[in-house]
């Protein structure tokens, strides 16, 4: 029997909550647009080679 069973039957109210929680972490994912790409890389510490941004050493 999982975790995911044991939890579900015997404390449904904390699995629910556990659930509704791992649903907003996936859903709260950071889109950068091209424009805010270009603005991190003003500084002198990113450049871009082969078609990704890459950290200067």
Known sequence: ???G???RE???NEYRKLNKRK???RKAKEHLSF???LELMKHDS???HRGALRQRY
């Open 1 to 3: 029997m999982k975790l």
């Open 5 to 7: 069973q044991v939890l």
């Open 10 to 12: 015997k404390q449904p």
């Open 23 to 25: 649903k907003k972490e």
């Open 35 to 37: 424009y805010d790409i």
């Open 46 to 48: 990113y450049e871009r």
